[in-house]
Antibody, heavy 122, light 107 residues
Framework: QVQLVESGGGVVQPGRSLRLSCSAS????????MHWVRQAPGKGLQWVAI????????FYADAVKGRFTISRDNSRNMLNLEMSSLRPDDTAVYYC???????????????WGQGTLVAVSS | DIQMTQSPSALSASVGDRVTITCRAS??????LSWYQQKPGKAPERLIY???TLHGGVPSRFSGSGSGTEFTLTINSLQPEDFATYYC?????????FGQGTKLEIK
C-alpha cells in the first residue's frame, strides 16, 4: 500500500533554512506527481508546491515562491522541500502527498503522509 | 488564483442526520474538485474526486455533486466516526487551493 514518511522537521530560527524529505513506497514513485501541503496550528490546509512525476513541471504557492524549492530523486523514491528565509508564519505541519497524475500530468491528491512539524521561532 | 469558498465553517448535527457542505469556486473548474476528511491529529484522507467519484473504500453514505463553480458534499445517515473537519480542493488551475474547512460536530 502507499506509504509516505516525512522527516526533517524541527525548530529553526527566523531567516534560517531547513530541508524536509519524504520517503515513498508502495507505488511506482517516478510515475506520479507529488505535493507538499502545510497546516498551521489550529488552521486549515494550505497547498505549498507540486512537482510532476517526470520533473518537467513545478508550481508553488505565492506565499513560498522564491523561498522554497521542491525536488525529487526518483532513483531513491524521495521528495524534498528546501525551505529558506523561514518566517514565523511558515510554522506548520508539512505533509507530503501523492498525486494521481502520471508523467507530466497533474490531478488530485489521493494519499497523504502523517506530516512533520516545522516551528520557526527565535 | 482561484478562491474556494466553503460553507458552513461549522455544523452541528446528530447521528443519523443528513448534512450538506458546499464549495464555490471563484471561476469555473470543470469537475476538478476533491473532498477530504481530517480527524484531529491525523492526516487528511480523500473521500471524493472528480467532484462525484468515491475514493476506494469510502462508505457509500458519502456523495459529491457539482460542476463548474458549485459543488456539494453530502453525508447521509451520519455515523459517530464522521465527526471531523472536511475540506474541498480544486486542482483545475495552479496554484491549487483548498476551501477553509467545515468542522462537523456532534449536536
Amino acid at each position: 500500500q502507499v506509504q509516505l514518511v516525512e522527516s526533517g522537521g524541527g525548530v529553526v530560527q527566523p531567516g534560517r533554512s531547513l530541508r524536509l524529505s519524504c520517503s515513498a513506497s508502495g507505488f511506482n514513485f517516478n510515475y506520479y506527481a507529488m505535493h507538499w501541503v502545510r497546516q498551521a496550528p489550529g488552521k486549515g490546509l494550505q497547498w505549498v508546491a507540486i512537482m510532476s512525476g517526470d520533473g518537467s513541471r513545478k508550481f508553488y504557492a505565492d506565499a513560498v515562491k522564491g523561498r522554497f524549492t521542491i525536488s525529487r530523486d526518483n532513483s531513491r523514491n524521495m521528495l524534498n522541500l528546501e525551505m529558506s528565509s523561514l518566517r514565523p508564519d511558515d510554522t506548520a505541519v508539512y505533509y507530503c502527498a501523492k498525486d494521481e497524475g502520471v508523467g507530466g500530468t497533474l490531478g488530485s491528491i489521493d494519499y497523504w503522509g502523517q506530516g512533520t512539524l516545522v516551528a520557526v521561532s527565535s | 488564483d482561484i478562491q474556494m469558498t466553503q460553507s458552513p465553517s461549522a455544523l452541528s448535527a446528530s447521528v443519523g442526520d443528513r448534512v450538506t457542505i458546499t464549495c464555490r469556486a471563484s471561476q469555473a473548474i470543470r469537475n476538478d474538485l476533491s473532498w477530504y476528511q481530517q480527524k484531529p491529529g491525523k492526516a487528511p484522507e480523500r473521500l471524493i474526486y472528480l467532484a462525484s467519484t468515491l475514493h476506494g473504500g469510502v462508505p457509500s453514505r458519502f456523495s459529491g455533486s457539482g460542476s463548474g463553480t458549485e459543488f456539494t458534499l453530502t453525508i447521509n445517515s451520519l455515523q459517530p466516526e464522521d465527526f471531523a473537519t472536511y475540506y474541498c480542493l480544486q486542482h483545475n488551475t495552479y496554484p491549487c487551493t483548498f476551501g477553509q474547512g467545515t468542522k462537523l460536530e456532534i449536536k
